[in-house]
Structures are given as C-alpha cells and as structure tokens.
C-alpha cells in the first residue's frame, strides 16, 4: 500500500503563488506516476498534472503555462507550483499516484488540500 498526504493549501489573491505538496510512503518502490487532480465544489473531480518516474510531464490545457509540477524522488515528494491564481482554480486538490506511467484511473489517492483564490 502507498500513502499520500498532501500539505501546502491555503487562501490566496488572484494573481498569486502558491506550492502545494504531496509525500508519498509504504510500498513506494511500485510508484511511477505521480500527479494531481482537483474537485471544486458542485463539479466533477478533474485531472491538473502529472509526472512520470522518468519525470515527463502533462498538464490539463486550464493550467498549462501556470502550473509547474515537479518530482523529488528521494523524498519521495511532488510539488504543484501554482501561478497566476484565478478563482476559478479554487478547489481540493489531491494527490495521485500510479503503478503505471499515466495517472489515469489513480491507484492511491491522498486526502485533499483546499486552495481557496480570492477575486
């Protein structure tokens, strides 16, 4: 089994930064795709990023140019550098991960951040 716990989520101004993270343990040794997804309130859960072991990106075209998600394996660790906030990013962001190299149909899943954007 593999935990997730995500930590970094806040209130922030339109227009802001903020880095959200997610630790990644137990039977990490079977993790390759790591990422995020978010679910805003009345909306169906959406995927933001994700980064392969190798460290290949992909980004959902809402976030691209925004986003920036990185990969430190030795702590086991990824980051959701977020950018140029808007409300509509306001959301529970969580964490994913996967056996495989895509991070479609998550094997594990953290707990969730709240990012609030304020207008």
């Known amino acids: 089994q593999v935990q997730l716990v995500e930590s970094g989520g806040g209130l922030v101004q339109a227009g802001g930064s903020l880095r959200i993270s997610c630790s990644a343990s137990g039977s990490i040794f079977s993790i390759n795709a790591m990422g995020w997804y978010r679910q805003a309130p009345g909306k169906q859960r959406e995927f933001v990023a994700r980064i392969s072991s190798g460290g290949s990106t992909m980004y959902a075209d809402s976030v691209k140019g925004r986003f920036t998600i990185s990969r430190d394996n030795a702590k086991n660790t990824v980051y959701l550098q977020m950018s140029s906030l808007k409300p509509e990013d306001t959301a529970v962001y969580y964490c994913?991960?996967?056996?495989?190299?895509?991070?479609?149909?998550?094997?594990?899943w953290g707990q969730g951040t709240q990012v609030t954007v304020s207008s």
């Open positions: 994913a991960a996967n056996n495989r190299r895509t991070l479609l149909n998550p094997d594990y």
